[in-house]
Structure formats: C-alpha cells, structure tokens
C-alpha cells in the first residue's frame, strides 16, 4: 500500500489543522494506521493509531486536542488537531500495518508515507 500525507502548514497557537492520508494500492479496510511526528533533533515518537477495528490510541500530550479517524471508502485517515501549541512543531508521518493492533513503536508499521509539516508559532 502506499500513503500520500497532506494538510499540514503554517498555524498559530490556539487553531486547528486536519491532516489526511490517502492510501493506495489495497484494501485500505485491512489495515491498522498510525500517525508519528519528528521535530528538530528528536527521534520519532507516536502521536496517534486507529486499529483496522477502530481501536484508537493516543499519546498522552495529545489527549483531547487531536483525533484519529478513518474513512474506508475514501481509504483515507485523518488527524485532526485542535489547540495546536507550539511544541507540536514537527514533520508529521502516517503509517500503515497489518497488524490488528501494531500499537504505539514506528517499527510494527510496515508502510509510511512521506512527511507534511506542521509548524505552530507562538
């Protein structure tokens, strides 16, 4: 399968972006999705997954400000994020398994897509 991130930008503290991951190639229904972000100098750390059965999870820096969901028809996951602050600054990444539930490490996802960033002034 392969994954197309988009949306991210140029925000001010406080607003909102919603990323989007469209993916190709297979039944995107099969597949667990992640979301993970990469700032200046740091490793890759989680942010979001939704399970292939709607399971989701979140890192705690994120609870009740970011969302993760999936349209199966359109194969595309979403992320979106509310109250952005600055610290979320990153190059964010969506990934893809087939796992049930590939959880919350970069190397139980076997697909990735290319990164779109996201930078939060304050």
């Known amino acids: 399968v392969q994954l197309q991130a988009s949306g991210g930008g140029l925000v001010q503290a406080g607003d909102s972006l919603r990323l989007s991951c469209a993916a190709s190639?297979?039944?995107?229904?099969?597949?667990?999705t992640g979301w993970f972000r990469q700032a200046p100098g740091k490793e890759r750390e989680f942010v979001a997954a939704m399970s292939r059965y709607g399971g989701t999870s979140y890192t705690d820096s994120v609870k009740g400000r970011f969302t993760i969901s999936r349209v199966n028809a359109k194969n595309t996951v979403y992320l979106q994020m509310n109250s952005l602050k600055p610290e979320d600054t990153a190059v964010y990444y969506c990934?893809?398994?087939?796992?049930?539930?590939?959880?919350?490490?970069?190397?139980?996802?076997?697909?990735w897509g290319q990164g779109t960033q996201v930078t939060v002034s304050s």
């Open positions: 990934a893809a398994d087939q796992r049930e539930v590939p959880g919350t490490s970069q190397f139980n996802y076997y697909y």
């Open positions: 190639g297979r039944t995107f229904s099969r597949y667990s």
